[in-house]
Every structure is written in C-alpha cells, then in structure tokens.
C-alpha cells in the first residue's frame, strides 16, 4: 500500500508558478511509477506529468510542456511538479498517483495507476 499526500496548491495571478508536492508513504517507491492528473471542474480527471521509477524518463501532456517539471526524490519519497507560467485554463484540483512496476514503464492513463492522493486546488486568477 501506498498513501500518497499532496501540498503546495493555492491561488495564483496568471504568469505566476507553483510548486505541488506528493509525499508518499507506507513503502519505499523506489520501484514505484508516479504521476500527476487534474481535474477542473465539470471535466473528467486529465494526465498532466508522468516519471518512472528512476527519474529517468518524464512525459507531458502537450497543453503543459515548457511549463511543468515533474522531478522525483526517492530518498525522501516525494515526487514534485513545478509549474510555471500558469494559465487561468490550469485551474483544476490536481491529483498525485502511483503505480508498482518492475521495469522502468512511465504510465499516462488514470486506469494505469493504484493509488491516488486526495488532491491539492490550483487556481489561477486572470
């Protein structure tokens, strides 16, 4: 089992970043895929970032790419999404998510992956 606890959402002017956090706990992750989704309201839940295992590989959905960094520190078990240039169309609840894997898969579907965190607000002002 994995719990996962995400931080640092808030109310942000356009142009402005934020830096959400997900800590995880009850295992190492270590061998564990992680990834971020969102979900504005009246929408279903979308992929944002995805990392693997290592940090080694990283993948964006294209409406964010140049504006998030998904980064991961498995000898304190968190996982980062650093986001830039914020736009009003990022406002969403955003969702940290886990998976265990053997090889080093990145995951970009919401069914790929066992554990979810209960979600941070992100909103941006215009």
């Known amino acids: 089992q994995v719990q996962l606890v995400e931080s640092g959402g808030g109310l942000v002017q356009a142009g402005g970043s934020l830096r959400l956090s997900c800590a995880a706990s009850g295992r190492d992750i270590s061998n564990v895929a992680m990834g971020w989704f969102r979900q504005a309201p009246g929408q279903g839940r979308e992929f944002v970032a995805a990392?693997?295992?290592?940090?080694?590989?990283?993948q964006y959905t294209n409406s964010v790419k140049g504006r998030v960094t998904i980064s991961r520190d498995n000898a304190e078990n968190t996982v980062t999404l650093q986001m830039i240039s914020l736009k009003p169309e990022d406002t969403a609840v955003y969702y940290c998510?886990?998976?265990?894997?053997?090889?080093?898969?990145?995951?970009?579907?919401?069914?790929?992956?066992?554990?979810w965190g209960q979600g941070t607000q992100v909103t941006v002002s215009s």
């Open positions: 990392i693997n295992w290592s940090g080694g590989y990283t």
């Open positions: 998510a886990a998976v265990s894997v053997i090889f080093g898969s990145i995951y970009t579907r919401e069914g790929d992956y066992s554990y």
